[in-house]
């Protein structure tokens, strides 16, 4: 299956990991558009729309859950690291769904396709895409396309507020509560 301009690995899942650690870490342009993903993935997981406010107790298990690995991210300093954040990557669209309240579900499918771009990592891929861009490209295209197909539906979201997210023993997170929208705030749908 090609994935952005390249194709997956041609080697076992434990040759690309060995293959990974020998690999020297340098800042690469792909890295730019993932961080784009990741937070577009943390908007869309704290956002709280209008038609389903209400958590579940899987929607909020799994909320605090995404969350933990998304905070437990950090910038390595050594070749032997793992991100917390892959196995979020690796959700299918009806895992990602329960991350999100119902009336996200439009969104669910982007987070999906977009997934499949960022991952498995760019360095990995072999042949490697033509075009160091390549991933910001695949990344704009989907964007666009959800947002002209979506364009007369959107998402009314309650201005001002996330949803609360809390792991381990620390207090309830809500950064982000001081953010001013206008009362119309929405996503396309």
Not at 30 to 40: K, L, N
Not at 88 to 104: G, K, N, Y
Not at 157 to 180: A, D, Q
């Amino acid at each position: 299956m090609g994935v952005h301009g390249g194709v997956r690995p041609q080697e076992t899942q434990l040759e690309t990991t060995s293959h990974a650690k020998t690999m020297r870490f340098y800042h690469r342009w792909e890295y730019d558009a993932e961080s784009v993903y990741w937070t577009m993935y943390a908007a869309l997981l704290r956002v709280l729309p209008q038609a389903s406010p209400k958590e579940s107790k899987t929607s909020q298990r799994r909320l605090n859950e995404s969350w933990k690995m998304l905070n437990n991210h950090t910038i390595p300093h050594e070749p032997q690291f793992k991100d917390f954040r892959n196995p979020l990557l690796e959700e299918d669209a009806q895992e990602i769904a329960t991350s999100l309240l119902p009336a996200m579900e439009p969104v669910v499918q982007l987070l999906n396709d977009l997934a499949l771009q960022v991952y498995p990592s760019y360095a990995l891929l072999t042949p490697p895409p033509p075009y160091d861009d390549h991933l910001h490209e695949a990344m704009q295209r989907l964007i666009l396309d959800y947002l002209i197909k979506h364009r007369d539906n959107p998402i009314p979201l309650v201005p001002g507020k996330l949803r609360p997210v809390s792991f381990g023993e620390n207090p309830v997170t809500n950064r982000g509560t001081c953010w001013r929208a206008s009362s119309d705030a929405h996503l396309p749908h």
